[in-house]
Structure formats: C-alpha cells, structure tokens
C-alpha cells in the first residue's frame, strides 16, 4: 500500500510539470421572392421569384437529434478483471506501433465461465519471482508500468452511435510541442443511447509518456450518410486532470511488439 500511495504521488508530481511545460458571408444581389402563405389547413406554402417556384408542405425542415458523448478517464492501478464470457478493450502506448496503425484497440477476450485478472496470475506471479517478490498468495500485485487509466465514454442522447472516433496525443520520453506529438484514434462501436464504451490506457514500453484527450470526436448515426463533428465533453475537475501522465514500464503486457 505504501508503494501504491508513493507511486501516485510521483504521478501527480510529475502531471503537474508536464502541464506546466505545455504552459463573414458572400453578399450578393438577391431576387426578389413572393411567399403565398397558404389559406387552409391542407394548402402547402408556395415560395418563388419569376425563375422558379418551389411549394413548401413544411414550414422548416426538422432539424437533426442531439447527440452528447462524455468521457472521464481516471487513473487506476492494475490488475483488471474480466467478467466470465466477456471482455476488455485495452489501448497499449508503443510509439512505432501507434505511427503506423494510427487507431484501434487491442481485445482481451475471457471464454470461461468465471472471472479473470488481466495480466493473468501466471503472469503476476513470475514478475514477483524476477523482482524477488513474496507473499504470492496474500499479497496485492502491484508493478509501476500498471499504473494506468480507465476511461469511460458514455452516450447521452436518445440515439444509437456508431464509429465514435476519440482523438489522442501523446509524447513519447523527452518529446514536446507540435513535432514530437504522437496522434492516434481509438473507435468505440457502438455505444448504444444511454450507454457507456469502457477502455484501458496502460504503457506497454520502457519509457514515459504523456497524453491528452483532444475534446472533439466523429461519429455516425445510423441512417445518415455524413459522419458528424461534435465536442467532447470531458470532466474537469481540476487544471491538471487533462494530462495524463503513464510511467515506463519494463514489461509488453498486450504484445511484444518493438518499442523502437
């Protein structure tokens, strides 16, 4: 407990020099319109000039459903657990895998019947055995490279949503500004009306990286053709929470995939 406490507090420590460092219309010649409102219940509005006349059953066409997408990522120490015949979604911070992928999420499947640690306890087990560890059975596992985040995108409108594009940026070791920014966009679908799409952060390489979720998104509404742009409504609790700091960790918990 006492390594958890001083490990988050290094977090904390180090979020806040991170955040310190990164301290009109065409006018044109209008035609003249004549706009016949209709007398009856069942006449449709004409509206026209002396090139065209279109009829109007419609007053204004409705306009489309509001959609909210909120996200709250808050930092957590792993090991995660898996529901039976479930599963998890995990985004793993590797430079060179994110510059060529540019988006996705990794799956952790659960196929039995009960429920499962990510990383598994074969896993925790032999990282106790290479730090010299003790206690396998009665005591928590904790490593540094499992500090990490949960976030949680819910859906806040009565529509259904598909493709819900989230936007990071991340810099990887002494990386800053514009050139040394990582981007990458993890896809949620779908999140249902009234619903939540949940994923882990953790760092699967042995240097430290900082991240922030940009507050715009795209996503599609099932029906409509064009993908819409919206804000990101993400909690702010307080002028540091939007950096995310994940330090260095010695072990690939998703793939072995080279970190450079």
Not at 48 to 53: A, C, Y
Not at 75 to 81: F, I, Q, W
Not at 125 to 154: A, E, N
Request: hydrophobic share 35%; charged share 15%.
């Amino acid at each position: 407990m006492n390594q958890l406490i001083r490990g988050e507090a290094i977090i904390w420590l180090t979020i806040g020099f991170f955040a310190y460092g990164f301290c009109v219309p065409t006018k044109g010649r209008q035609n003249p319109q004549n706009h016949q409102q209709s007398s009856g219940d069942n006449s449709p509005n004409i509206i026209g000039n002396r090139n065209n006349v279109v009829i109007n059953n419609n007053e204004a066409p409705p306009s489309p459903s509001s959609v909210a997408i909120f996200a709250d990522c808050k930092m957590m120490s792993g090991p995660v657990l898996i529901p039976p015949k479930s599963s998890i979604n995990v985004l793993p911070l590797n430079q060179t895998t994110m510059q060529h992928l540019h988006s996705g999420l990794d799956n952790i499947p659960n196929r039995t019947d009960k429920t499962l640690e990510w990383p598994s306890k074969q896993i925790q087990d032999s990282i106790r055995d290479s730090i010299g560890g003790t206690g396998k059975l009665d005591q928590p596992f904790w490593h540094m490279g499992m500090l990490g985040y949960r976030c949680d995108v819910s859906n806040h409108s009565r529509l259904d949503v598909l493709d819900v594009t989230l936007t990071f940026r991340f810099w990887y070791g002494d990386a800053l500004g514009e050139n040394g920014m990582v981007t990458y966009s993890p896809i949620l679908s779908p999140i249902d009306a009234g619903s939540d799409f949940v994923f882990y952060v953790f760092n699967n390489c042995p240097v430290q990286v900082g991240a922030v979720l940009v507050d715009q998104l795209t996503l599609t509404v099932p029906g409509e053709s064009a993908q819409r742009s919206l804000p990101l409504y993400l909690r702010h609790r307080n002028t540091v929470e939007p950096f995310m700091i994940l330090t260095p960790s010695s072990i690939p918990w998703v793939s072995p995939a080279p970190c450079k």
